[in-house]
C-alpha cells in the first residue's frame, strides 16, 4: 500500500513539473517570429535545410524551432544565450558561418534582445578544424 502512495506522489510531482516547464516556457520566449527568406541552403541542428522563406520562433528554455512551410520542413534545436556588446539596439537578424558552399546558422538575434547560439554541428566542427569560416548575414524581418 505504501508502495502505491510512493508511485502516485511521484506520479503527481512529474506532472507537476512538466506543467511547470510548459507554463513558463512560454514567458522566457522572445518576442514574436523572426522571417527571413534564405537564397542558399544551410545546416541546423546536424540538418541541411532548402532555401526558401523561414519562420524562426524561440519556444522557450533555449528551444527553437525553424519552419519552412512551402518545403513542409522544419527543425527544433536547442541554443543558448549571446549577449549584446553594444547598447545600441539590435536589429532582428540571422548569421551563417559559411565555408565554401555550406553555410551553417549560427546566431539568431530578436530585435533589442540578447540572442540565440545552436550547438555546432559536428560537420561545422570538423570544416572549422581546417578552414576559418567567412560570416555571413541574413537580415531578417517579422
Not at 523561414?54 to 519552412?68: D, P, Q
Not at 549577449?83 to 539568431?108: G, H, K, Q, W
Not at 578552414?131 to 531578417?140: G, I
Amino acid at each position: 500500500m505504501n508502495a502505491t502512495r510512493s508511485g502516485i506522489a511521484i506520479r503527481v510531482a512529474l506532472i507537476a513539473a512538466t506543467a511547470i516547464l510548459f507554463i513558463a516556457g512560454p514567458a522566457q520566449a522572445q518576442s514574436g517570429a523572426l522571417k527571413a527568406t534564405m537564397p542558399f541552403s544551410f545546416y541546423a541542428a546536424n540538418q541541411l535545410l532548402p532555401a526558401g522563406e523561414y519562420e524562426i520562433r524561440a519556444v522557450g528554455n533555449g528551444v527553437v524551432k525553424l519552419s519552412n512551410y512551402e518545403a513542409n520542413t522544419s527543425v527544433v534545436f536547442f541554443t543558448f544565450g549571446v549577449n549584446r556588446v553594444t547598447a545600441n539596439p539590435i536589429s532582428p537578424r540571422l548569421v551563417f558561418n559559411r565555408y565554401a558552399d555550406d553555410y551553417f546558422l549560427s546566431e539568431m538575434w530578436w530585435a533589442g534582445q540578447d540572442g540565440r547560439k545552436p550547438t555546432p554541428s559536428k560537420r561545422e566542427a570538423e570544416l572549422a578544424k581546417t578552414v576559418s569560416p567567412e560570416q555571413t548575414v541574413t537580415l531578417a524581418h517579422r
